[in-house]
């Protein structure tokens, strides 16, 4: 990859990927605005804006990162396969994202009930904290990866290093 | 190569063998295996473990339906 495109490429990488975490951190106030306040209305915008963020900017920013991710990985020479931060990394985000667009629908089909229930029904509802609390440990271990790329060649990565060596 | 560079892989002096894996490998796997085994432990013995528990019709015992509405 020419070094322009690849700044580019790394540019789109870093700003859908930072963002993803923010958005997350952004979903779970809205979980947290919903179990602590008693207010019906309340409970049910943040249900409502929780479904909005999540499927027009959680999801769109996860398949996004994946994607640009790969491109990155694939257009340098730390390849996809060659370095284990850069495995570890890719399938990390790649079960974040399948996590994610899975349970999307869980959230919907939970405004469709928060805006017909009252009182304990609603209560019973929660936050939706587990998985976006688990989902933002998991990008933050990747972020950590990323940044620090720690040493250590997948088995595959040293022999493709040392056929590419040979002369 | 400037050792303060990270966006490119590291010169590697020629090996014989490939290289044992790393330690912080092993013990990130570990961790991981060990959220993985508290999520299927909570999902097989609570059932639902999101939001959906709470939802009528997904299957949870735990699911209310709810109230019929009343508009006029």
């Known amino acids: ?167 | 190569m400037d050792p303060e560079r990270t966006d490119v892989p590291p010169d590697r002096p020629e090996q014989a063998m490939p290289p044992p894996r790393p330690r912080w490998v092993k013990a990130l796997g570990i961790v991981l295996a060990l959220v993985v085994l508290a999520i299927v432990v909570m999902a097989v013995a609570g059932g639902e473990h999101g939001p959906g528990r709470h939802v009528p019709g997904s299957g949870s015992p735990a699911g209310q339906a709810p109230p019929a509405q009343q508009d006029s």
């Open chain 1, 1 to 167: 990859m020419k070094p322009a495109v690849r700044k580019l490429a790394l540019s789109a990488h870093l700003t859908v990927s930072v963002g993803w975490i923010g958005a997350v951190i952004a979903y779970l106030s809205l979980g947290f605005a919903a179990v602590s306040t008693d207010d019906t209305e309340t409970v049910r915008a943040a249900w409502i804006a929780m479904e909005i963020t999540g499927w027009f900017v959680l999801v769109p920013l996860a398949i996004t990162s994946l994607l640009t991710g790969v491109l990155m990985a694939l257009g340098t020479k730390w390849g996809l396969f060659r370095h284990y931060w850069v495995l570890i990394s890719f399938f990390l985000t790649l079960f974040a994202t399948v996590v994610l667009v899975l349970h999307m629908p869980t959230v919907t089909k939970t405004v469709v009930v928060a805006k017909q229930v009252e009182g304990a029904a609603l209560e019973a509802l929660g936050g939706d904290l587990f998985h976006p609390s688990i989902g933002l440990v998991i990008l933050l271990i990747v972020q950590v990866l990323n940044i620090y790329k720690p040493q250590g060649m997948t088995r595959y990565g040293w022999r493709k290093e040392h056929s590419e060596r040979r002369p």
